[in-house]
């Protein structure tokens, strides 16, 4: 889903680290999905600059986010890209840096909007990711909402 509503999508070292490499380690589920979308293409792994490392060393240590968040944050900072984020203090700390971002569910309701989703699969899609990762009762709600309205 995210390559139809994103063709081109970028990971950062440490969070193919995180993903890949110790998703293997302990068999989660979905890894050979992200080496699929690698080997195909439409998902690589950026090349952090010098200042965007730097950057990223400087969020680990004033912000107290993850390497893989932090690079993200920097990558997105320095090139004026979206970032997805599912960390609250990540997106906290892209929101203060001006960062566009979305949540995993915003990208759900993207996914909706562009019509790679029904309501239905949405509210189911939301409905299972709730059972994955904490959402906001309000986040859920909104998008809920909003899709129901656009619906219409």
């Excluded at 990971?11 to 890894?31: C, L, M, R, S, W």
């Excluded at 990558?75 to 995993?104: H, N, Q, Y």
């Excluded at 990208?107 to 909706?112: E, G, Y």
Aim: no cysteine; aromatic share 4%.
């Amino acid at each position: 889903m995210l390559r139809s509503v994103h063709h081109g999508v970028l990971i950062e070292p440490e969070v193919k680290a995180e993903t890949v490499d110790a998703g293997k380690e302990i068999f989660a589920p979905g890894v050979e999905h992200i080496e699929k979308a690698l080997d195909d293409g439409w998902l690589q792994i950026a090349r952090l600059s010098s200042k965007e490392r730097s950057t990223a060393h400087s969020i680990i240590s004033k912000g107290g986010l993850g390497a893989g968040e932090a690079e993200s944050i920097a990558l997105a900072s320095s090139r004026k890209l979206m970032v997805i984020l599912v960390d609250k203090a990540a997106r906290s700390f892209a929101e203060v840096m001006g960062i566009t971002f979305l949540g995993t569910a915003g990208l759900l309701f993207q996914a909706f909007v562009k019509k790679h989703l029904t309501l239905s699969e949405l509210e189911d899609a939301v409905e299972a990711l709730s059972q994955t990762i904490w959402l906001s009762p309000a986040v859920v709600s909104d998008i809920l909402r909003k899709a129901r309205e656009a619906d219409r």
